[in-house]
């Protein structure tokens, strides 16, 4: 059994503009102390998917459906008490902006041992010694001097390390982490990324790595989803993607990777078009207005996800690569 097993996950917000639907029946599953990457460009619905994962969508105005089965129960259906119970201690998230999650009036000390103060039966003393000790672990410099620190005595990179600290404090199960590196400098984004892979090794914490560049991921990810317009356009293993990418949207974002060579030669160019209207989604394609591939039934029908082998599944009619007879492999649709 996988350890996230989510299935059809729609989320959607009756706005006054209309429904916008943010999450279009996604589905997909997180193994043991396996590192998980979700690209996609800005407003796919990375963070909205995550953010109901973790029971954080206030409902209404969001209506979520599908299933979030974590350790043979869905989430969608446990009582608030329960989810308050796994949040933070089996699954915790650290957001993308380490200036604002924490409070800039509150000595780091304070935040770290309230966590488990609400989450743990710890002695003052006990606690102490945990934050210092997941501190240290982290490469906190001075880690005694930066626990009584307020947030603004300290460095993005370090708040950043502070927030990670923070959410490994109770040995989650599960880590998401909503684009951890975008607020901060090139070498300091390579370093969280160690930081991460080295937590994922040591305590084999699972990670869902949330980013707008297919790039992060490289290295890091033994799996890999791609989301365009709250659907999954493609998921696979991390070569699945990389090197046998096969929906048109995978390619595109492969070809606008500035520092990835994938294929010698590869010209670097961004993806013509802007990100599509979630509130006027139809039953088509999302990605057809922009596909250079794209065709009458593109516009008129949503393809379903088509199986190529193991776990490598994408939604397109004319995928960028021949679709050939594998042993095992099956595809599960016809165009
Ligand atoms: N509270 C909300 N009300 C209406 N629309 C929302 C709300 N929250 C998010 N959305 C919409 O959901 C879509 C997906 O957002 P999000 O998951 O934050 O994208 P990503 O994290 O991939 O950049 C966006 O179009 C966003 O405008
Ligand atoms: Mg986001």
Same mark, same amino acid.
């Given at each position: 059994?996988?350890?996230?097993?989510?299935?059809?996950?729609?989320?959607?917000? =009756? &706005? #006054?503009?209309?429904?916008? +639907?943010?999450?279009?029946?996604?589905?997909?599953? %997180?193994?043991?102390?396996?590192?998980?990457?979700?690209?996609?460009?800005?407003?796919?619905?990375?963070?909205? @998917?995550?953010?109901?994962?973790?029971?954080?969508? /206030?409902? /209404?105005?969001?209506?979520?459906?599908?299933?979030?089965?974590?350790?043979?129960?869905?989430?969608?259906?446990?009582?608030?008490?329960?989810?308050?119970?796994? +949040?933070?201690?089996?699954?915790?998230?650290?957001?993308?902006?380490?200036?604002?999650?924490?409070?800039?009036?509150?000595?780091?000390?304070?935040?770290?041992?309230?966590?488990?103060?609400?989450?743990?039966?710890? @002695?003052?003393?006990? $606690?102490? +010694?945990?934050?210092?000790?997941? *501190?240290?672990? %982290?490469?906190?410099?001075?880690?005694?001097?930066?626990?009584?620190?307020?947030?603004?005595?300290?460095?993005?990179? %370090?708040?950043?390390?502070?927030?990670?600290?923070?959410?490994?404090? %109770?040995?989650?199960?599960?880590?998401?982490?909503?684009? /951890? &590196?975008?607020?901060?400098?090139?070498?300091?984004?390579?370093?969280?990324?160690?930081?991460?892979?080295?937590?994922?090794?040591?305590?084999?914490?699972?990670?869902?790595?949330? &980013? =707008? #560049?297919?790039?992060?991921?490289?290295? *890091?990810?033994?799996?890999?989803?791609?989301?365009?317009?709250?659907?999954?356009?493609?998921?696979? &293993?991390?070569?699945?993607?990389?090197?046998?990418?096969? =929906?048109?949207?995978?390619?595109?974002?492969?070809?606008?990777?500035?520092?990835?060579?994938?294929?010698?030669? $590869?010209?670097?160019?961004?993806?013509?078009? @802007?990100?599509?209207?979630?509130?006027?989604?139809?039953?088509?394609?999302?990605?057809?207005?922009?596909?250079?591939?794209?065709?009458?039934?593109?516009?008129?029908?949503?393809?379903?996800?088509?199986?190529?082998?193991?776990? =490598?599944?994408?939604?397109?009619?004319?995928?960028?690569?021949?679709?050939?007879?594998?042993?095992?492999?099956?595809?599960?649709?016809?165009?």
């Amino acid at each position: 059994m996988s350890l996230l097993e989510v299935k059809d996950l729609t989320v959607e917000f =009756h &706005t #006054d503009e209309g429904i916008v +639907r943010a999450v279009d029946k996604i589905s997909f599953s %997180l193994e043991e102390g396996e590192i998980l990457g979700v690209v996609g460009e800005s407003g796919s619905g990375k963070s909205v @998917s995550s953010l109901a994962v973790m029971g954080l969508l /206030p409902r /209404p105005p969001a209506k979520v459906s599908g299933q979030i089965n974590f350790q043979g129960k869905n989430l969608l259906e446990v009582s608030g008490r329960e989810i308050r119970a796994i +949040r933070g201690k089996e699954i915790s998230m650290i957001f993308q902006d380490p200036f604002t999650s924490l409070n800039p009036y509150l000595r780091i000390s304070t935040q770290m041992m309230e966590v488990l103060e609400v989450h743990s039966q710890m @002695s003052k003393a006990e $606690a102490r +010694r945990r934050c210092i000790e997941v *501190l240290t672990q %982290l490469g906190v410099p001075e880690p005694e001097i930066r626990f009584n620190s307020f947030p603004h005595q300290l460095s993005g990179g %370090l708040k950043q390390r502070i927030m990670i600290a923070m959410s490994l404090l %109770l040995q989650p199960k599960i880590l998401i982490a909503d684009e /951890p &590196t975008t607020a901060l400098d090139v070498t300091i984004q390579a370093q969280i990324l160690e930081l991460l892979k080295d937590i994922n090794k040591r305590c084999g914490t699972a990670i869902i790595m949330i &980013t =707008h #560049d297919l790039g992060v991921v490289a290295g *890091l990810c033994d799996r890999v989803q791609v989301m365009y317009g709250g659907r999954l356009a493609e998921k696979g &293993t991390y070569e699945d993607i990389f090197y046998r990418p096969h =929906h048109p949207y995978t390619q595109g974002l492969l070809d606008s990777i500035p520092s990835l060579e994938i294929e010698p030669g $590869a010209r670097l160019r961004p993806i013509p078009g @802007s990100p599509p209207d979630l509130s006027a989604l139809g039953d088509f394609c999302a990605f057809a207005p922009r596909c250079p591939r794209a065709q009458d039934i593109c516009r008129q029908k949503r393809p379903l996800q088509t199986q190529v082998e193991g776990i =490598h599944g994408f939604e397109c009619y004319f995928p960028v690569r021949e679709m050939k007879e594998r042993g095992h492999g099956t595809q599960g649709q016809k165009a």
